[in-house]
């Protein structure tokens, strides 16, 4: 194993109900085959998430059923934490933002900026509802934009031009609540002066010459505005502000943006903690050979390129204002922002509230995780907006899994086992013997440089190409014709069976489900592709049960690199099918499903 450090930081899903496979498109997945691929090619990753668990939807949802935001939070951790787990997502610490930890490390990272000036209290306008006296938060207040005209924008965003805005700028602003207008009232509150931080936020931008254009396009467009932000909020659901008067007050939180985004630091500290070397996490933060990679949807670039990166700056000390770093010392900044674009489906937003959603459980009780996986990874909206259809994931999966990589795996296999019984002995090459070896096990160079810069569409369409020159050489060499000459035969369905192996380490990263089904298939034993694990834990501080993923990556076999066969001899049992062929009958009972709105 190397000795780099690798820090992939998972959007956190929000704990207001299930995740649906729009969701999952953008941050699971792709930080998932990123990871996995890392820790094959021998580095030391850390894959960090959890809930995002509080702020006003909780609270809603909270009043809604007649619970506490609590009971709320921790019945959608449990349902997030099985989906994650079974679409095989490798975190090595996935925790939740309701632990003692998250609090203190939150409550660090203000009293640091504070102590260097990058917060600031201010006396501001807040909204509250004119029917309950509630404060409404920035997310539910919605109006016309008054720098785009969108009509739509929220309070704290506007999501068509991308600008940050108060409610107060809205124009025509109503609560997404009830549809009443707010009534502004002063609040005081703290401030990220955003301003002190643009200078620093302009020089790092500019050393990222490697990301996405539209991430890096973005976040340097919004540095011509940056405005203060609210560090606070008026709600009585999270961090609590850990200053004399405010500490114990039921009215103000730090504001569930600003401690949501500090969870990959709390999370890193918490495995730390947990892996029995509480100093352990600063490899990933303090290391200037380490990386940090953040995987999210697009519609969270502004935090992860603009607004932590500020809040790091700030406690550094690495602004306007100077300063030195907190008790924590100094952290590094992102290395890239990797963003996706937008799921659809059938033509139409992903929505909750109208049924327009495929949930992560609901699609895992019908169909492989490794499908949903496969499709993601090919058709998903790496960089740009993609529509999921169900006619598409049909044809992709019986067309590409199921007949191309499928097959390729089932006939092989099944010729060895029923002509030898094992893993048949090679004789000597020719020549179209060993240009297949040498494609499949050259193919490791190209996939792995797309797959270190992100390009996963572009590594599995590559991967993919080779299963099809692995299918091609198979039916050019047809071994079933060679019954006269089975030296001849033998070698061939060895060569076969390596360039199987090759490309299944090729596409473990990407199908590791499968994966490990196709090392048993191949004669391998033990672990080749570990899969996630749920374990019931307490808060390392305060005691209260809550679920973790984490897993023993370190025991897989899988590499990034050709490795050989088992010995010949090893036995070869006849296959059974890895991937599940789907009937056309499935499209007009999904899209019958989605009219009605679920089962």
Not at 463 to 489: C, F, G, I, T
């Amino acid at each position: 194993m190397s000795d780099r450090h690798i820090l992939t930081a998972v959007a956190w899903p929000y704990a207001n109900g299930p995740r649906h496979i729009g969701h999952v498109s953008g941050f699971g997945v792709p930080s998932d085959v990123f990871s996995r691929f890392q820790r094959m090619n021998g580095n030391r990753v850390l894959m960090v998430s959890g809930t995002d668990e509080h702020g006003t939807p909780i609270t809603v949802a909270a009043d809604a059923e007649g619970v506490t935001p609590r009971q709320i939070a921790d019945r959608n951790n449990r349902i997030i934490v099985d989906d994650l787990q079974s679409l095989g997502l490798s975190y090595d610490l996935f925790t939740r933002t309701t632990t003692a930890n998250h609090a203190a490390v939150s409550q660090e990272i203000f009293l640091g900026l504070l102590k260097n000036g990058y917060v600031f209290p201010k006396t501001t306008l807040g909204a509250i509802s004119p029917s309950t006296g509630r404060t409404l938060p920035d997310r539910y207040i919605e109006g016309t934009c008054p720098i785009c005209g969108y009509d739509g924008a929220r309070g704290d965003q506007c999501d068509n031009c991308g600008n940050q805005l108060d409610p107060t700028d809205l124009i025509n602003p109503v609560s997404k609540i009830n549809g009443e207008t707010p009534k502004f009232v002063e609040s005081e509150h703290y401030f990220l002066d955003l301003p002190a931080s643009t200078r620093a936020l302009g020089d790092w931008l500019a050393t990222r010459k490697n990301w996405r254009s539209n991430v890096l396009n973005f976040s340097v467009n919004l540095l011509e505005d940056l405005k203060p932000r609210s560090y606070t909020r008026d709600i009585d659901w999270g961090v609590a502000v850990p200053l004399d008067g405010w500490r114990d007050r039921p009215d103000k939180r730090i504001y569930v943006w600003f401690d949501a985004v500090v969870g990959y630091l709390s999370a890193s500290i918490e495995w730390a903690r947990r892996s029995g070397d509480p100093e352990a996490w600063r490899q990933w933060w303090q290391s200037p050979e380490s990386d940090a990679y953040y995987f999210m949807g697009k519609d969270n670039i502004v935090f992860h390129s603009e607004i932590w990166p500020a809040q790091l700056l700030g406690y550094n000390g690495e602004g306007d204002k100077g300063g030195s770093p907190g008790s924590l010392g100094r952290l590094n900044l992102p290395t890239e922002v990797v963003s996706s674009e937008f799921l659809t489906m059938e033509g139409r937003k992903f929505s909750s509230s109208r049924n327009v959603v495929i949930y992560v459980r609901d699609f895992l009780a019908r169909y492989d995780a490794d499908a949903l996986r496969y499709f993601i990874a090919v058709a998903g909206p790496e960089n740009q907006d993609t529509d999921f259809t169900w006619e598409q994931f049909r044809r992709r999966n019986n067309e590409e899994l199921v007949a191309g990589w499928g097959n390729l795996v089932n006939r092989s296999v099944s010729m060895a086992a029923k002509n030898v019984g094992g893993i048949p002995t090679p004789g000597e090459l020719t020549d179209a013997d060993r240009a297949l070896l040498a494609t499949t096990s050259g193919a490791f160079g190209q996939v792995g440089e797309l797959l270190s810069r992100n390009r996963q569409k572009a590594a599995i369409g590559e991967a993919m190409r080779v299963v099809s020159e692995a299918n091609k050489y198979l039916s050019d060499q047809a071994p079933w014709k060679l019954k006269e000459d089975p030296a001849r035969r033998d070698t061939v369905l060895h060569t076969a069976l390596q360039a199987i192996k090759d490309c299944n380490a090729l596409l473990t990263p990407f199908l590791p489900h499968s994966a490990q089904q196709v090392h048993e298939l191949l004669g391998g034993d033990g672990v080749w592709s570990v899969a996630p694990e749920i374990h019931e834990v307490t808060d390392l501080d305060d005691g209260s049960p809550y679920p973790i993923i984490t897993g023993p990556y370190d025991q897989g076999q899988a590499v990034w690199g050709s490795t050989p066969l088992a010995a010949p001899g090893t036995p070869l049992a006849p296959p059974t099918p890895i991937f599940t062929k789907l009937d056309e009958s499935i499209v007009a009972d999904e899209i019958r499903r989605l009219e009605e709105g679920g089962e």
